[in-house]
Antibody, heavy 118, light 108 residues
Framework: QVQLQESGPGLVKPSETLSLTCTVS?????????WGWIRQPPGKGLEWIGS???????YYNPSLKSRVTISVDTSKNQFSLKLSSVTAADTAVYYC???????????WGKGTTVTVSS | EIVLTQSPGTLSLSPGERATLSCRAS???????LAWYQQKPGQAPRLLIY???SRATGIPDRFSGSGSGTDFTLTISRLEPEDFAVYHC?????????FGGGTKVEIK
């Protein structure tokens, strides 16, 4: 059974970098699929952030591309998100997910809440 | 990017009734690459439908998806108590993937 678990600080100061890690169990990242991040601001809809393949190739949402970096560590079966220069608008629940080649998500983590505040 | 508009915003129904949820795209969704997700409070979204009409593994057959081009529908034939939740549509035919604003199905 594939499971994903997000981890990282729940509070980040404005202008700093948000860093989250997703640990995958029950499946080897190196075996295939894309892996990615989606977020949901309070009371709002879902927003695609970006994705990565085990080879390291990435795709980012153009609206966030200048601030986003997604990386993968196949030895730890983890992938990570960095979002720089955060503001209050980046406050959201952040989900990691397994992404089918066509770019829909078939397995999700439980999500982690990140608040941007001084 | 493709904008998805879901309607209604809230649907108030009783258990056993039929639910019909709409997702309209601002332009045609390539290859009918449209998915539906169910989300309960405090939980992650759960994949229900992909490719507009294919049920994901383990999804009951009371859930069905239909549509093409710019108009898509999720139908729940007979609402069970566990079906009251928020439903999101997502298109993945054009980059970037985008989501609708969600439809809440609540108990009447």
């Amino acid at each position: 059974q594939v499971q994903l678990q997000e981890s990282g600080p729940g509070l980040v100061k404005p202008s700093e970098t948000l860093s989250l890690t997703c640990t995958v169990s029950g499946y080897s990242i190196s075996s295939g699929y894309y892996w990615g991040w989606i977020r949901q601001p309070p009371g709002k809809g879902l927003e695609w952030i970006g994705s990565i393949y085990h080879s390291g190739s990435t795709y980012y949402n153009p609206s966030l591309k200048s601030r986003v970096t997604i990386s993968v560590d196949t030895s730890k079966n983890q992938f990570s998100l960095k979002l720089s220069s955060v503001t209050a608008a980046d406050t959201a629940v952040y989900y990691c997910a397994r992404i089918v080649t066509d770019y829909y998500m078939d397995v999700w983590g439980k999500g982690t809440t990140v608040t941007v505040s001084s | 990017e493709i904008v998805l508009t879901q309607s209604p915003g809230t649907l108030s129904l009783s258990p056993g009734e039929r639910a019909t949820l709409s997702c309209r795209a601002s332009q045609s969704v390539s290859s009918n690459y449209l998915a539906w997700y169910q989300q309960k409070p405090g939980q992650a979204p759960r994949l229900l439908i992909y490719g507009a009409s294919s049920r994901a593994t383990g999804i009951p057959d009371r859930f069905s998806g239909s549509g093409s081009g710019t108009d898509f529908t999720l139908t729940i034939s007979r609402l069970e108590p566990e079906d009251f939740a928020v439903y999101h549509c997502q298109q993945y035919g054009s980059s970037p993937p985008t989501f609708g604003g969600g439809t809440k199905v609540e108990i009447k």
